[in-house]
């Protein structure tokens, strides 16, 4: 079977090619639908640099790739204000995450388990308890951060803890899906 060198991805019996990996190999006679390309749909200026907003993130999958980042999702902690899904604070021994805008898909994924994977062999299941703002940010609710990109799982210390990463290294690449 050919696979595109290893660059097409399968949903649901339909195959094209990856948009992480931004490929177009794999178009046959007729080309695969734009719905898995993520486009910024804008920008906004913080502390002087430029970042892009996005209001969607990549298709979720069996093995959707993202990025995890470490939020303190304590009172007083970097994470910015109360989770979204419950506006409640959270110890960071409890593992849990905050999902990019696309992801967090306007709060349907509240209170859902994900399972993370990372490179290392190790999973862990963790709840959903949080937007990682991809549309917003540089604000007081959002402790002064920029928007985050589109393809974030932003993870308790428990999850980095669950998963053996050092989370000092600052950004780690990791599979995630629907527990």
């Not at 649901?12 to 486009?39: E, L």
């Not at 790739?65 to 009172?75: P, R």
């Not at 604000?139 to 920029?146: C, G, I, N, V």
Request: aromatic share 6%; proline share 6%; charged share 20%.
């Amino acid at each position: 079977m050919n696979d595109c060198s290893g660059q097409l991805i399968c949903i649901d019996g339909k195959c094209n090619d990856d948009p992480d990996v931004g490929t177009h190999i794999c178009r046959g006679s007729s080309p695969s639908p734009p719905t898995g390309n993520c486009q910024p749909s804008g920008s906004l200026k913080c502390q002087g640099q430029i970042y892009p907003t996005y209001k969607c993130s990549p298709p979720v999958t069996s093995s959707t790739k993202a990025k995890l980042t470490n939020n303190d999702f304590s009172q007083g902690g970097a994470g910015g204000g109360p989770s979204e899904c419950d506006e409640q604070y959270h110890s960071n021994s409890e593992r849990i995450v905050a999902l990019s805008t696309g992801w967090y898909n306007g709060g349907s994924r509240c209170e859902k388990m994900i399972r993370i994977k990372a490179s290392n062999g190790k999973n862990v299941t963790a709840k959903v308890v949080d937007e990682c703002d991809s549309m917003r940010g540089c604000d007081e609710e959002h402790a002064y951060q920029p928007p985050c990109k589109n393809n974030i799982v932003d993870a308790s210390d428990a999850v980095w803890s669950a998963l053996e990463l050092n989370k000092d290294v600052g950004i780690v690449d990791v599979t995630w899906s629907m527990a």
